[in-house]
């Protein structure tokens, strides 16, 4: 595959879209319609790889920040209804901010027939042990742990957890509610039960990055009995997602105890959880993102999407929600507009080899 025109909207200092456009033979225009048509007057690729990240942008109230991957988006079906013609788009990350806006993302490819992909590198990088869980099991219960800021490290987490439970049996039937509490209020639930403590301890023991006592001399440790966990983290936050269907599972982001994302689940009739780590190599050999990219690259060869977006839209809406739960105030709220079903793609998608 060539890349054959860029688009950016941004250019600080250190920008390396010039030198990259001289040495691969490219350019770069100044608007998306004209990076789409290659500077001429109809549509000149054959796909096209969004990505709205970075750069200076605002952040609304509940801190998120407002990456106009709608808008880029919305630049793009212009085009693709000017010219009579659409190809694949591959979306980085979560679709939108905004629901409603991503709802109309996915509603504009099945409305003009183009293939639209997008989401994080996580649901498909490798895992340790190599687990996936079969289509149309009897899940019970489900854990994910994950790290980093809100709003973009949550949403790598939760996409994470939804690419497991969404093979629950009767497929993926949307969030009915959602509450996200933070604080010492998080252990507190666990203790009562709001969330399985068997199923933390379950997460990280496929951590390979515990804190604390490991950091400092190399043991092995339980973090949960031995109290570490509660001295090491000083803002845990707990995402409540109640799905259609009657299932509930749960987020722990654990900033201070560990630096992978774990994740753990309850089948029905087995003893034990079954649980994994989504395993991100370390820097500068981020292969996982090349895991990424060989499903942008079936997207962009077959005009399909190896799974559906549908599954991005509804972890936005999720991150959306939540995130209003705690500007007002960490209440419950109902989310009827999260209606989203889906399937979950027959064939495992992660990295095996």
Request: hydrophobic share 35%; glycine share 8%.
């Amino acid at each position: 595959m060539r890349v054959v025109s860029m688009f950016v909207d941004q250019k600080p200092e250190g920008n390396q879209s010039e030198d990259r456009a001289r040495e691969f033979g490219f350019t770069v225009y100044p608007t998306i319609a004209e990076t789409l048509r290659c500077g001429g007057e109809n549509i000149a690729v054959d796909a096209v790889l969004l990505i709205g990240e970075h750069g200076d942008y605002p952040h609304n109230e509940m801190s998120q920040v407002l990456y106009p991957r709608y808008e880029f988006f919305k630049e793009c079906v212009k085009v693709f209804e000017e010219d009579g013609k659409s190809v694949p788009i591959f979306n980085d990350k979560h679709l939108s901010y905004s629901f409603e806006k991503a709802k109309e993302m996915v509603n504009d490819g099945y409305r003009l027939n183009f293939g639209v992909l997008a989401g994080s590198s996580l649901p498909v990088t490798w895992r340790l042990p190599d687990v996936d869980l079969s289509l149309g099991c009897e899940l019970e219960d489900a854990l994910m742990v994950g790290v980093g800021g809100s709003d973009p490290m949550d949403y790598h987490a939760l996409e994470a957890m939804q690419c497991m439970v969404e093979r629950r049996k009767g497929g993926e039937t949307g969030v009915a509610a959602v509450q996200l509490i933070d604080g010492e209020e998080v252990w507190k639930l666990g203790e009562k039960g709001r969330w399985s403590m068997e199923l933390l301890e379950a997460a990280l023991s496929r951590s390979d990055t515990p804190c604390g006592l490991t950091d400092e001399d190399g043991r092995t440790q339980d973090m949960i009995r031995n109290g570490e966990i509660y001295r090491l983290v000083d803002n845990p936050a707990a995402y409540f997602i109640e799905y259609n269907d009657g299932f509930k599972a749960t987020l722990l982001m654990i900033n201070g105890a560990i630096r992978d994302y774990c994740f753990a689940a309850k089948l029905k009739g087995e003893p034990l959880p079954v649980s994994t780590q989504f395993f991100l190599t370390p820097t500068p050999n981020v292969t996982y993102s090349a895991c990424l990219v060989s499903k942008i690259e079936e997207l962009f060869e077959t005009g399909v999407a190896p799974y559906p977006a549908e599954r991005t839209l509804l972890v936005s809406g999720t991150l959306e929600n939540c995130l209003l739960s705690r500007h007002r105030g960490h209440v419950r709220l109902e989310t009827p507009h999260l209606n989203v079903e889906y399937s979950a793609p027959t064939e495992s998608q992660h990295a095996q080899r």
